[in-house]
């Protein structure tokens, strides 16, 4: 009888660090949000017509893909947006604004995607790759 305990016991010893070490793996994961606070907004920058990514105070970086290619939106461009809870939030609208003559006028509005977490040294790269809109 003495014998089954043990096994048990090895069985049960054996598992719980494979256990434990897939949920601390899980916590460091961050998943995609679906809203950020405006007022921690530290830098937006158009990355090409279907990528946003936005910095944030506290060191976090978001990059945003639209579910579909904005027209008018590309490096540099500038758009609006409206929210009504100072959070800017995957179902949100942006206008893209076009900058010439006699100030600014909406070329067009686009979705939002989901705010997806990214890493300083894969925005670093993102920034350095040339992005062609299309």
Request: glycine share 8%; net charge neutral; proline share 4%.
């Amino acid at each position: 009888m003495m014998g089954w305990f043990k096994q048990s016991v090895y069985l049960v010893l054996a598992l719980l660090p494979v256990s434990i070490s897939v949920s601390v793996a899980d916590e460091l994961e961050e998943k995609p949000v679906r809203c950020i606070n405006l007022n921690q907004i530290k830098e937006v920058k158009v990355l090409n017509n279907q990528q946003i990514l936005f910095r944030m105070t506290g060191g976090k970086n978001y990059i945003n893909v639209l579910p579909h290619k904005c027209f008018g939106l590309r490096r540099n461009q500038p758009f609006m947006y409206r929210v009504s809870n100072n959070r800017l939030c995957d179902l949100d609208i942006i206008t893209v604004l076009d900058q010439g003559g006699f100030g600014m006028r909406p070329l067009g509005s686009c979705g939002l995607g989901t705010f997806d977490p990214m890493l300083d040294d894969d925005v670093q790269t993102l920034k350095n790759t040339k992005v062609v809109d299309e």
